[in-house]
């Protein structure tokens, strides 16, 4: 029980519970989780450029599986509330989905020769929905969930946070420098790119086992110092859908991880796109990425301060913003590889501590969730928020495609044409500067900050009124 304590308590007087090795094993939950995600935002470019895919069938293949991806996010999100174990039952779904996932990587990429392009397509859309809407949702719905079960301290979610933006920046980071220079030095074909996504499905495996074999004992031990709380009584899928759709500060959410999605969707693949023709050398997006790992590692080194001074919402106006700002400097030289790079460099500076309030935003809604309904539901409100970010990925994948296809992008070339040119331009720069003027007009509404201290007692005086 001592070594409980030690850790003392947070500003708000809750017991923290968390230890240095704790939060190192749940960011490499999240860097295995963002390994699939950004591996899946480069398959556009794969799938045009390496299989030789048209572009159009490519957006259609995609978001066909998006869509489905997110209707199963909300559903198995309820499977997860349903199923019994308590907050172990989270890292359970973990250990026996990683397996299947890591298959599902390598099958990505072997895309069979010698097909029609229907039946191309055919296989595109069932590996990604086998990949993305079945075994990555059935990890990283639970897996958003224990952020909300595994400590009850606001400072101590705060860091979790920050170290799953870590874990998903890292990468981002990884991804952006490395897979284009590894798969050209293995040959750069479709086989190099079979071999990168064998790489990649090791390390998503073995960071997932890390990361579950410690979440499931971490949890264990809060029988140590505090009493297990009861497992809430099973609500019903259609009940508890109503209860999230009506919940204000729930659907802000919802709507922060649509728009954020799609923006990543759609920067998941700029890099690539931009570096081989405007720039013209695919190279380049080595180059391109280290520079905005500094700008990373800058942005973490603020976030914290920046946080606790501005708050939730102050520090997420102060991403969007700056962003903002920064994209319309690009405008001014949208070739000139400096200006690029400087505002990379920026936007992720001042995006760093936004992205680390993915978790703290939805332990927030889940707590409202509690005032109001006497129900948590954690595991659905982290499923249907999955959902909205699967939609806005789905979103992402569409517009990219319909910008391609506006300026009439044909693979085959040597060099752009110009409206090629145009069209990179407009879903690099210009489109992220409309997309984050929506996201800060969204979370004008979000006051629950400062509202949720005086909730959290009313919903002690109800548990200490009913235990009476």
Not at 362 to 375: F, H, I, P, R, S
Not at 419 to 427: A, D, K, Q, W
Request: net charge positive.
């Amino acid at each position: 029980m001592g070594k409980h304590k030690e850790l003392g308590v947070d500003k708000n007087g809750v017991q923290k519970v968390l230890r240095g090795y704790d939060y190192f094993a749940d960011m490499l939950g999240q860097f295995g989780l963002a390994l699939i995600a950004n591996l899946v935002g480069q398959l556009t470019y794969f799938y045009t450029d390496k299989v030789g895919l048209a572009v159009g069938g490519v957006g259609i293949a995609m978001g066909i599986a998006k869509v489905i991806d997110a209707v199963t996010d909300i559903w198995f999100g309820n499977v997860v509330e349903q199923s019994k174990g308590g907050n172990e039952k989270y890292y359970k779904w973990m250990k026996r989905m990683m397996i299947p996932a890591a298959i599902t990587i390598i099958l990505l990429f072997t895309v069979p020769k010698d097909i029609s392009q229907v039946a191309s397509f055919a296989y595109v859309t069932l590996t990604n929905i086998l990949l993305t809407a079945v075994f990555y949702t059935l990890i990283s719905t639970p897996f958003a969930a224990t952020i909300v079960v595994r400590t009850k301290s606001l400072d101590e979610r705060s860091n979790l946070g920050i170290f799953r933006a870590i874990g998903s920046y890292i990468s981002g980071i990884i991804m952006a420098i490395a897979i284009i220079p590894i798969t050209n030095a293995l040959g750069g074909t479709q086989n190099a790119w079979i071999k990168f996504g064998f790489i990649i499905a090791l390390v998503v495996l073995l960071s997932l086992l890390i990361c579950s074999i410690n979440g499931n004992k971490a949890v264990m031990k809060v029988a140590e110092y505090e009493a297990e709380e009861k497992e809430e009584e099973k609500v019903p899928f259609k009940e508890a859908a109503k209860m999230l759709f009506a919940s204000k500060y729930w659907v802000i959410v919802l709507l922060f991880n649509i728009i954020t999605s799609v923006t990543n969707a759609i920067s998941a693949s700029a890099n690539t796109y931009y570096c081989k023709w405007i720039f013209g050398n695919d190279n380049l997006v080595a180059l391109v990425g280290g520079f905005g790992l500094l700008g990373t590692v800058i942005g973490f080194g603020i976030s914290k301060p920046i946080i606790e001074k501005l708050g939730v919402k102050g520090a997420i106006d102060f991403g969007l913003l700056g962003t903002i700002g920064a994209m319309i400097i690009r405008c001014i030289a949208p070739s000139n590889i400096v200006m690029y790079v400087a505002t990379g460099i920026v936007s992720s500076v001042m995006m760093m501590p936004l992205m680390c309030l993915y978790g703290v935003l939805l332990g927030m809604a889940v707590d409202y969730n509690e005032y109001k309904y006497d129900k948590k539901l954690v595991a659905i409100s982290s499923g249907a928020i999955g959902f909205g970010s699967k939609v806005g990925s789905g979103i992402g994948s569409v517009i990219l495609s319909i910008f391609l296809v506006l300026g009439s992008y044909d693979a085959s070339l040597q060099v752009a044409t110009t409206s090629m040119r145009y069209s990179i331009y407009g879903f690099a720069n210009i489109f992220p500067i409309f997309i984050n003027l929506l996201m800060y007009l969204v979370f004008r509404g979000f006051d629950l900050e400062d509202k949720l201290p005086q909730m959290k007692e009313e919903v002690e005086k109800r548990r200490m009124n009913s235990e009476a």
